[in-house]
């Protein structure tokens, strides 16, 4: 079946600098991704969808300056997170609609902790 | 903004039991309807998805859905220690800029006891 794959699993990194997430599809052309950060025992929610060659949809209250999408293939997205403080601190999970037009794959997600 | 609405639990069950999920949905043109179970700290995995009014059946899953209560449920007989995760309720809405994104609930935690 369709898979998502993403990388890192998870990264620890310092206040300030820059961390750069990818999700790659595998076997199928994702082009669209939607970006989610769930924090402890929070839901999934939604913060951009990206698009293929062309600039991302970033939902309400998610600042497009501090979080980097990048979509410039059929099977790459990256999220860079940008001056990363403790607050960015979560879990991002990417998804792609699979192939049929019904259901989603999920990346395995990305565990950032910010110290 | 479209709202979904679970218990958040904890549901406690006894191994072997049926483990009943519940879900209500605000938005009356959602068109796609899926239970995810998550694990913690991985990614959400599909469990089932629905599409029309009643049930559907997959091993020891049933997934129920009353588009005019807007409601949908899962099932889960003979339950197993092993399903002891979170269950997230999803649903996908049909119309305009917000087709093709997921609208997740906040998740029900289900514990299966021995």
């Known amino acids: 079946g369709a898979v998502v794959s993403q990388h890192p699993s998870r990264v620890i990194c310092k206040s300030g600098t820059s961390v750069k997430i990818e999700c790659r599809s595998l076997?199928?052309?994702?082009?669209?991704m939607f970006w989610y950060r769930q924090f402890p025992k929070q839901s999934l929610m939604l913060m951009a969808t990206?698009?293929?060659?062309?600039?991302?949809?970033?939902e309400q209250g998610v600042e497009k300056d501090k979080f980097l999408i990048n979509h410039a293939s059929l099977t790459l997205s990256t999220l860079t997170v940008t001056s990363a403080h403790p607050e960015d601190s979560s879990f991002y999970i990417c998804?792609?609609?699979?192939?049929?037009?019904?259901?989603?794959?999920f990346g395995s997600g990305t565990r950032l902790t910010v110290v | 903004q479209k709202e979904v609405e679970q218990n958040s639990g904890p549901l406690s069950v006894p191994e072997g039991a049926i483990a009943s999920l519940n879900c209500t949905y605000s938005?009356?043109?959602?068109?796609?309807f899926f239970w995810y179970r998550q694990y913690s700290g991985k990614s959400p995995e599909l469990i089932m998805s629905?599409?029309?009014?009643g049930d559907k059946e997959d091993g020891r899953f049933t997934a129920q859905l009353n588009k005019a209560s807007q409601y949908v449920s899962l099932l889960i007989r003979d339950s197993q220690p092993s399903d002891s995760a979170t269950y997230l309720c999803?649903?996908?809405?049909?119309?305009?800029?917000?087709?093709?994104?997921?609208?997740f609930g906040r998740g029900t935690q289900l514990t299966v006891w021995p």
């Open positions: 999803a649903i996908q809405t049909g119309r305009g800029s917000t087709l093709g994104r997921l609208y």
């Open positions: 076997d199928f052309q994702a082009t669209t």
């Open positions: 938005d009356r043109v959602s068109q796609s």
């Open positions: 990206s698009n293929e060659g062309s600039k991302a949809t970033y």
């Open positions: 629905i599409y029309s009014n």
């Open positions: 998804s792609a609609p699979s192939a049929g037009g019904y259901g989603y794959t």
